[in-house]
Antibody
Framework: EVQLVESGGGLVQPGGSLRLSCAAS????????MNWVRQAPGKGLEWVSY????????YYADSVKGRFTISRDNAKNSLYLQMNSLRAEDTAVYYC????????????????????WGKGTTVTVSS | EIVLTQSPGTLSLSPGERATLSCRAS???????LAWYQQKPGQAPRLLIY???SRATGIPDRFSGSGSGTDFTLTISRLEPEDFAVYYC??????????FGQGTKVEIK
């Protein structure tokens, strides 16, 4: 079964740090690009960060740039998000999500969708 | 930055009715980069549609996606009880790389 399981969330004070992990199973992790997406309480989805399959290409949302670091260990089938200088507005459920394989079918092509999601881990930033 | 605006915010319908959800982009979006997700309370989002019109694995054929340019639509032909949820459209662009619409809630009338 294809699965992503996040861990590492919790309560942290403003200015503190937290490291999230995402364990992948049921597929060849090293072949897939990955994302972190978050959802503040009662709000919509916000993309946070992307990492290519090899780890050589990384992107961040402006809201987390300079504070968060995405990484992966393909030997351990794991994705990480190091979160520093946390703020109240970082409070959210954090999901890891697999970027689906690109392709074309019937004259139409598709890219950059997220086809597998973990259940999420909750991060609360509060004093 | 491309902004996705979903309408309506809430859609109140009865089981068996047809649901039409709109996703409008502030500038033209490649159909190849447009996806739709379903999210139920307390659950992670689930991919429904990718490439604007391709159904994800295991998604019933009552779900269909269409559109191009700045206007995209998710249609649920006949609502089943399990379809009442929040739906998000998503596009891929330059900065930020991925953006989502604010969501449309489909609720039981």
């Amino acid at each position: 079964e294809v699965q992503l399981v996040e861990s590492g969330g919790g309560l942290v004070q403003p200015g503190g740090s937290l490291r999230l992990s995402c364990a992948a199973s049921g597929f060849t992790f090293s072949s897939y690009e990955m994302n972190w997406v978050r959802q503040a309480p009662g709000k919509g989805l916000e993309w946070v960060s992307y990492i290519s399959s090899s780890g050589s290409t990384i992107y961040y949302a402006d809201s987390v740039k300079g504070r968060f670091t995405i990484s992966r260990d393909n030997a351990k089938n794991s994705l990480y998000l190091q979160m520093n200088s946390l703020r109240a507005e970082d409070t959210a459920v954090y999901y890891c999500a697999r970027v689906g394989a690109p392709g074309c079918s019937g004259g139409s092509c598709y890219y950059y969708y997220m086809d597998v999601w973990g259940k999420g881990t909750t991060v609360t930033v509060s004093s | 930055e491309i902004v996705l605006t979903q309408s309506p915010g809430t859609l109140s319908l009865s089981p068996g009715e047809r649901a039409t959800l709109s996703c409008r982009a502030s500038q033209s979006v490649s159909s190849s980069y447009l996806a739709w997700y379903q999210q139920k309370p307390g659950q992670a989002p689930r991919l429904l549609i990718y490439g604007a019109s391709s159904r994800a694995t295991g998604i019933p054929d009552r779900f269909s996606g269409s559109g191009s340019g700045t206007d995209f639509t998710l249609t649920i032909s006949r609502l089943e009880p399990e379809d009442f949820a929040v739906y998000y459209c998503q596009q891929y662009g330059s900065s930020p790389r991925w953006t989502f619409g604010q969501g449309t809630k489909v609720e039981i009338k």
